[in-house]
Every structure is written in C-alpha cells, then in structure tokens.
C-alpha cells in the first residue's frame, strides 16, 4: 500500500520526533517494504536479496532500543556508529532516535585518532562498530592517549578516549565484552516491544551530531535536530524529486548528511531503500564492482549519488566509446551521434534527415548503456554532496540519462535546491525546497539561507557558529552564487577559496578544474595561483586509463614505468590545458604544469570522506613541486 504525498506530508507534520514517525508507519503500515539489501554471491555467484518488512523489522529496532536503555541511554545521550551503509546501521539509528539518543556518525573511513576526535567531541561512550577494522580503532583508543587538533574549545592536546559498551554488527570472535547485533534480535530478555519515546523529546530536541568533512580545519560537529530532518524529508517528498512510490538505491556513507536524507525519506515515506551487499564481513572495505552489480540488478528507480560517481563512469564510457573493437565503434558512433544531436537541438538548430533517422535507429543501444548502468527500472539520478560538472551532466543528458543536481549542506539538514526531473537546468542547483528562503549577499555574493530545516549552529564551537549564522537566522554558507529570474541556484564557488593572483584577479578555482573531468586519463587537477603572476595547475594520473590509452595509440609501456616521465604522457596533459584555455579568460588561463607522484586518496588525507579535495594539505604536501613551476 502506498500513501500518497499529501498523506505523508500530513503524518510527518503531526510526529514530534524522527522515532515517533517510524512507530507511526509502523503501525499504519505493517507489511510495507522498509528496505532490501543484497547478500553476498555464494559459491556458484548468486547474488541473493533480502526484504525486511515494517513488521519484521520493528521487534528488532525495539530490542535494539531496550538494550540501549539497559546500558543507560536517555534522551540526550550521544550514540556513535562506524560503520558503511548496511540495514544495521539504518535500525541501530531508528534504535537511538526511539530512546530519544543522539546519533553520532563517523566515517568507517577514517583513521583511529579522527574517529576519536570525533567521540571525544560528541561525548559518545557507548559504540555501534561494524566489524573487527573498526572495533580495533576503538581498542586502540582505549589504550592509547589520542592526539586532538586544537580547537576553539580546547588546546591541541592528547587524551584517553572513554568508551563504556561496544556493539558489532558482524560477529567477532575473541571479543566476549562486545554484543553481536544478531544475538540482541534473538535475546528473549529484551522486550520486542519499543518502549516509550521520552516526553521530553521535541522537535527543537537534538537527533544528530553529523561532522563536517575537515576541509579547512577540524570537523566540525553540526547540530540537527528532529524538526530539521523531519522538516527536509517533508521537502522533499513534496519535491516529488524522490517519488512516493520509488526505490532508491542507498550505497553513500551513512556518516554524510544527503545519505541520511535518503535514509529517512526511505524509512518515513511510502518510498523504500535497497542497499548493496557487504563485500568484506571483516573489514569496511567497498568494493566498487560489487556497488555496480548491485546497481545494474536492484531494480531501484532513483540513485542519490555525489559527482564522483557520474565523472568516473562518464569518462570509462568515454574511453570505450574511443576502442577499435566493433562493439566498440558502434558506441562511440551511438555516443558521438547523441552529443552532436543534443547540441544541435540545444543550439536551436534543426536536425538533418540522416541525422534524425541515425539517432532514432541508435535509440535501443542508448537504452542499453542506461540498462546497463542503472538498471531495469532506473528514472533519475540525483547528484550532490558536491558541483557537479555541467559537461558531465550534458553528456548524460545526451544519452537521455537524467540527472537532478541539488544543493546543501550538512548545516542545512541536508537539502535546500533541487532539479526535478521534469523541472531542469543544467548548470544550476535547481529551485529551493518549499519554506527555505534564498538570499544573496551585495557585498560578495555569498548564498545565505534560512528555513525549518537549516541547523543551529555548531557542538562546542560558540565562536564558529556566531560566524556563520547571523541574529535573523540566516546561515552563511561560504558558497557564491546567484539566482536567476525563475528561480534556479547557480552555484559559482566557494568564497574561502577563490584564488587571488598577485594582479588582484578572482578566480573560482572549481570551475576551471571541473573542464579537466572529460578527460579519463586525468584523476584529479588542483588550480593554484595565489599570490602569483599566474595560475598553474597540479594533476594527478588516472594510471589504468592512461596504461590502456597509450597501449591503443601503439606506444609500448613497461608494467614499473614511471608515466609522469612520459613525453606523450605531457603532451597529452598539455592538449588537455590547450583545450581548456580556449574557454578561459587570459588571466585565468593555465601557464604550466605538474604532476603528483601520487593521486589524492582518502587514505593519504588529500580527499575527505566525501571525496572533496583537502586543498590546504595537497599544497603544502606538494608546494615544492608547485612553486618549481614559477
């Protein structure tokens, strides 16, 4: 049974709190499909999908939240989880929301010392762990005095991070004090009845303290509370950009604000969640070919993704389109006809007969690669977390793929613009949710926000939250934009870091480093200039791309040769800037380059876990090379 949006938006409007409006449609709708999650492929590769039910997952979320009483957890008592997005981590949640908790998300990415920086900072003493990978960083906390960054709140500092009681969702042997989250489903002492949600808890009570990616200091834990996120799911179901009756594919971290707008627009809505299959049970490691699988044989009708996704499979359907192989031809011939097609038709411009009978004949191969990538069922992708590059949506677009870029922040709770699917503007944002207001500053430029969903400022941090809300309630993104005459955001860069040449010219960095995503051997391009004459740029080197480019082209490359070092391989870097100048102004345009010996990885800490570049670290680790250059 499927309620309709108006329903939905009537239900949540009357809940007081995130675990009231899960009981709530628990009840209502019992047999309804709250999730589905892939199992792993057994010995002959089937790949099995697994269903749970309102029904059958509400005795779970209740004894989960029985336990939490047990071990102390009121309202207001922090909760963390590490772990990637698995159907645990969405009842662990719900768990905590019902005992009126704070969930505290930690990338299962991160390092030991930065997820302890994090408990320390939210004051989280009881653990969800997903498996022995994360359960060693907490044991390693235990033991060790762990180093803290300095903040406003304290010096730079070295402490003992308490934690009172671990929860693991994957069973871990030699462990006797952690619980396995299988043994509390089946533990009869636990009631399978919830209990009741605290009185105390409001809107205006504390859900989440969700941190920010560290791009320019120490993460920062936001505060959201139940009305912000109810808020936000309200949006956007009456966005219709998630449909009341659709499927969405939930592979983001569950650390990031966007996921956990899927999550609760999955678990709250007439929507439901399908999740990919844990590759690793002992460590948290993604496997991407897996995600892919899962993808292609879900049957999900909307995919929420950050760029990165779009950008990689765009240029490996770029580089096969450019093979020698027949199937390979007959792609670049189907991928070339539809981008010359969408641009004569943007352009205004008629199409030719042959031109119109070659891409209607070429329209069952443009649905396979649809198929192929997202599935049977597949309507729209939405895209955020991150700009996205206009090219890159066009190229889907050519091939009659749609992408919904959005807009928000972890501040915002999550979402404040979108595209509909039937309401579209490559290049912006979209229009903004109903109920948040849009201002753009005089002075800078800068987008400032107020609505029901928007945050109250920052855990610890009374300094920093005065600097980016104002006393009317307006949050200061950081961002620069404009809105335009219909209403759609444009987002042109972030204000801390537009780069200022020594001749006193503004460049938004972004914009130029998002023209070098067309090109697949290119993993990443970082602009500087600050300070200088003139801008230059830094690469690093997509190697496989760039081993099978060169090897088509004829050109011999050992397996332990040094690419960077290639002459072919700086003279296809320097075809690349050519292209690029052509649509650069002189004082932007890009006058030398070079190369990082390696690429920036969330691992070496020059991406954060949202795969945003760490701008200051990957200079100063690189400003040697960079200032050879000048």
């Not at 941190?211 to 120490?218: A, D, H, I, R, V």
């Amino acid at each position: 049974m499927t309620a309709p949006a108006s329903d939905i938006q009537h239900s949540l409007a009357a809940c007081a709190s995130l675990g009231e409006a899960f009981w709530r449609r628990a009840q209502a709708f019992p047999e309804e499909t709250l999730l589905r999650y892939a199992n792993s492929p057994d010995a002959a590769g089937t790949r099995l999908w697994k269903k749970e039910s309102y029904s059958s997952a509400a005795p779970r979320v209740a004894r989960i939240a029985n336990l939490l009483r047990a071990l102390g957890v009121e309202a207001g008592t922090p909760v963390a989880i590490i772990s990637q997005t698995r159907h645990e981590w969405i009842l662990a949640d719900l768990a905590i929301q019902t005992v009126g908790g704070i969930t505290v998300s930690v990338y299962q990415s991160q390092l030991a010392a930065d997820a302890g920086f994090v408990l320390f900072d939210s004051g989280a003493r009881i653990v969800f762990v997903e498996n022995e990978e994360q359960l060693a960083k907490v044991n390693w906390l235990r033991s060790n005095d762990c180093p803290l960054p300095a903040t406003e709140n304290h010096p730079e500092s070295a402490v003992r991070v308490p934690v009172d009681a671990v929860v693991s969702f994957e069973r871990i042997h030699g462990s006797p004090s952690v619980q396995c989250l299988a043994d509390v489903w089946n533990d009869s002492s636990l009631s399978a009845d919830a209990p009741p949600i605290p009185a105390s808890i409001g809107r205006d009570s504390v859900a989440s303290y969700v941190y920010t990616s560290g791009t320019t200091g120490p993460p920062k834990g936001v505060v959201q509370t139940h009305g912000n996120h109810l808020a936000n799911v309200e949006q956007a179901a009456k966005s219709g950009v998630f449909p009341g009756d659709g499927t969405l594919f939930l592979y983001l971290p569950l650390a990031h604000s966007f996921a956990r707008l899927i999550h609760y627009v999955g678990c709250l809505t007439s929507a439901h969640l399908i999740l990919p299959s844990v590759a690793d049970h002992r460590t948290s490691r993604i496997d991407l070919s897996s995600v892919a699988r899962d993808l292609r044989e879900c049957g999900a009708t909307v995919v929420p993704s950050v760029p990165r996704l779009f950008e990689k499979i765009s240029s490996a359907l770029q580089a096969r389109a450019a093979g020698k192989s027949l199937q390979q031809r007959i792609l670049g011939l189907c991928v070339s006809n539809a981008q010359s097609t969408y641009e004569r038709r943007s352009a205004g411009k008629p199409l030719g007969l042959l031109e119109h009978l070659l891409f209607e004949g070429l329209q069952p191969i443009r649905r396979k690669i649809r198929r192929e990538l997202f599935g049977v069922n597949f309507t729209h992708a939405i895209s955020g977390g991150a700009k996205l590059d206009a090219g890159v949506n066009k190229f889907f677009d050519s091939l009659e793929i749609t992408i919904c870029e959005g807009y928000g922040l972890t501040e915002t709770c999550v979402a404040t613009h979108v595209n509909r699917p039937t309401q579209r503007r490559i290049g912006s944002v979209g229009p903004a949710f109903e109920g948040v207001e849009t201002k753009i500053s005089p002075e800078d430029g800068e987008i400032m926000l107020r609505g029901p969903n928007v945050t109250r400022g920052y855990l610890n941090r009374p300094k920093a939250t005065a600097d980016s809300w104002d006393a009317d309630g307006w949050f200061h993104t950081g961002d620069v934009g404009a809105v335009d005459q219909d209403g759609f955001l444009f987002i042109t860069d972030r204000k801390k870091e537009l780069v200022i040449t020594a001749g006193g010219k503004k460049i938004p960095p972004t914009a130029v480093e998002g023209q070098f995503k067309r090109f697949s051997f290119i993993s990443h391009a970082l602009l500087y200039g600050e300070g200088r004459p003139y801008c230059v740029i830094l690469f690093t080197l997509n190697e496989p791309e760039l081993r099978s480019l060169l090897t088509s082209s004829g050109i011999s490359v050992p397996p332990d040769h040094k690419l960077s070092e290639m002459s072919a391989v700086r003279g296809m870097l320097q075809d690349a800037i050519n292209k690029v100048n052509e649509t650069l102004a002189t004082y932007e345009s890009i006058k030398a380059f070079c190369i990082a010996d390696e690429d920036f990885t969330v691992e070496n800490g020059l991406l954060t876990p949202t795969l945003k570049m760490r701008r200051r670290q990957i200079t100063a680790r690189h400003l040697g090379l960079i200032s050879s250059l000048y």
